[in-house]
């Protein structure tokens, strides 16, 4: 296993699988009466955010509690980073606390990788989430979501088509997808309008298209993507109703889905927008969900690297 999750990139297929493999493992403890491990007791795991976080650090934070790890939460709003500090010297605060992973998630691509490569911590660094580049975990719990009801829960998943939709310009979990779908044998097609789509997409594994019609009756999954109004500085789009009407997923085109494909989305969602109500709250849509399976990712990213390679035996599970 690789010492630090810094990319989807950096998981080739054994890996991706070991970490799904091992997400079902820590799945079957909700169905138990005590929800813990004991995998990493005594060691600590810091939330380094510099971006505001509902979903993510709350699920890390559930991680690691999960796996016994002691957790501390840090927040940039309130500490000496509102004062200057850099963040070589917040990683070397947290390395003198004996740190032995650090969740970072932070506005500027690449901050990760800076923490993890230049030293200054001892122990795994995991992004969580790095400017509009990248957020591996996410990729990770919507891989092991579609496995799940796509896959009978096994293997990879080679031949299933899935169709990511929306603000792939600004997206760090587009990216990601992109990476570990391809990674994982699926076929992926991106829908966006032209402004919305980085330069040199056309390099991606993945087929483009300006239409959402085209590829819905063919797609097993598909992924609505957040409109980031925050991230734009100019008009990437004439205006909300008319990005609704050609890129939204509505009921009418929810009818076209094939009868088994389901219906995802990162959160926070933007109702009535890049998705309605109706398909939000539909019966074929896993978006609440991918919240609870972030959580056993969570746990097998960071039983995988802090704790050790193999997967968990199963008395370790009945604990």
Do not use: C
């Not at 919507?142 to 009801?149: E, P, V």
């Not at 096994?154 to 990476?179: M, P, Q």
């Not at 087929?207 to 085209?214: E, F, G, I, R």
């Not at 991230?231 to 929810?254: C, I, K, T």
């Amino acid at each position: 296993m690789i010492p630090h999750l810094l990319s989807a990139a950096d998981l080739d297929h054994e890996d991706a699988v070991l970490v799904l493999d091992t997400a079902a493992e820590m799945a079957t403890l909700s169905d138990r009466s005590v929800k813990k491990l004991p995998a990493l007791r005594g060691k600590t795991v810091v939330n380094l955010f510099f971006e505001d976080s509902t979903r993510t650090r709350i699920s890390f934070e559930a991680a690691a509690k999960r796996l016994s790890a002691d957790v501390i939460n840090f927040s940039a709003k309130g500490s000496s980073v509102s004062k200057g500090e850099t963040l070589k010297d917040t990683a070397l605060t947290l390395q003198a606390m004996g740190a032995d992973a650090v969740v970072i998630r932070h506005g500027s691509s690449g901050a990760p990788h800076r923490l993890a490569e230049a030293g200054w911590i001892d122990g795994a660094v995991v992004n969580a989430g790095d400017g509009t580049h990248e957020h591996p975990t996410q990729a990770l719990l919507d891989a092991f979501t579609i496995r799940r009801h796509l896959r009978g829960g096994e293997g990879d998943l080679s031949g299933l088509r899935v169709t990511i939709v929306g603000d792939v310009l600004h997206s760090r979990v587009a990216r990601s997808n992109v990476h570990l779908l391809d990674t994982l044998g699926a076929k992926v097609t991106v829908v966006a309008p032209p402004t919305l789509l980085p330069v040199g997409v056309e390099e991606w594994p993945v087929t483009v298209s300006y239409s959402l019609d085209d590829p819905l009756p063919e797609s097993d999954a598909v992924m609505m993507l957040r409109v980031q109004r925050e991230r734009m500085n100019a008009a990437f789009f004439p205006s909300a109703r008319e990005y609704s009407r050609r890129y939204g997923l509505d009921q009418v085109r929810m009818d076209m889905l094939p009868e088994h494909a389901i219906v995802m989305h990162p959160g926070p969602m933007n109702r009535g927008m890049e998705i309605a109500d109706g398909v939000a709250d539909h019966d074929r849509s896993v978006i609440v969900e991918q919240v609870a399976n972030g959580v056993s990712v969570r746990m097998a990213v960071l039983y995988l690297l802090v704790g050790g390679s193999r997967q968990p035996e199963p008395t370790e599970v009945i604990v």
